[in-house]
């Protein structure tokens, strides 16, 4: 072999390497054909390997399935997370910048929704419908503790439920995403961050019975 072939050699991929090419596929499948409809097959086809291939890395289907949602979580963590941990910004300001970020990252990565609203693939396997039920419970918790930054540094009202804020935020971020998919993905869904936060914005100026009768 000569110095130029040597040179074109390409890299054999690493088993997390091969794992999160194959998650990523499988979630691309997903906002192309719906959740349902992706196979090995089709994973291995639209890869250009053999199912072999990716039997070797995952042992089914549902396992593929599960990684995605792994990397779900770590591609949400890596766009919206600078927006938790930004402490230069009011709590308040960051939520407002979160609803933004969360359905402009959704609209950017069709497979998600695609995945986590498909009932038909999580009555198939009850650990992938308890990877969903985590991740959404994760979200919702790391808005409440956004919600409650708010109380402490005083850009939301301290009678104010962090809970029940929080609870609200991810509804309607969820309900946006999934009426968007059910209209065919036919309007613009990182506008819809203004009717959220039109919903969301009096709530954080919440007062109490007593405090508004004085």
Not at 68 to 87: C, M, Q, T, Y
Not at 88 to 102: C, F, G, P, T, Y
Not at 123 to 141: H, N
């Amino acid at each position: 072999m000569d110095e130029r072939s040597k040179g074109r050699v390409t890299k054999r991929k690493s088993h997390e390497e091969r794992r999160v090419e194959i998650a990523r596929t499988a979630l691309k499948l997903a906002a192309e054909v719906g959740a349902g409809n992706v196979s090995t097959q089709a994973i291995a086809d639209a890869m250009g390997v053999s199912q072999a291939t990716v039997f070797r890395h995952f042992a089914s289907r549902d396992a593929v399935f599960r990684e995605a949602i792994a990397e779900i979580r770590r591609s949400v963590h890596a766009a919206l997370g600078p927006i938790f941990e930004d402490k230069s910004a009011l709590a308040a300001e960051r939520l407002n910048r979160l609803a933004v970020a969360h359905l402009s990252f959704i609209q950017e990565n069709r497979g998600i929704p695609a995945l986590l609203f498909s009932d038909g693939l999580h009555a198939g396997d009850a650990t992938l419908k308890a990877d969903v039920r985590e991740l959404m419970k994760s979200f919702a918790g790391r808005v409440v503790g956004l919600v409650m930054e708010g109380v402490k540094d005083g850009s939301v009202s301290a009678a104010a439920d962090p809970a029940l804020i929080g609870q609200a935020f991810v509804t309607l971020v969820q309900g946006a995403a999934f009426r968007w998919m059910l209209f065919d993905r036919s309007f613009d869904l990182k506008s819809q961050a203004d009717v959220i936060w039109a919903l969301i914005r009096p709530a954080l100026s919440a007062q109490t019975k007593s405090t508004q009768s004085k």
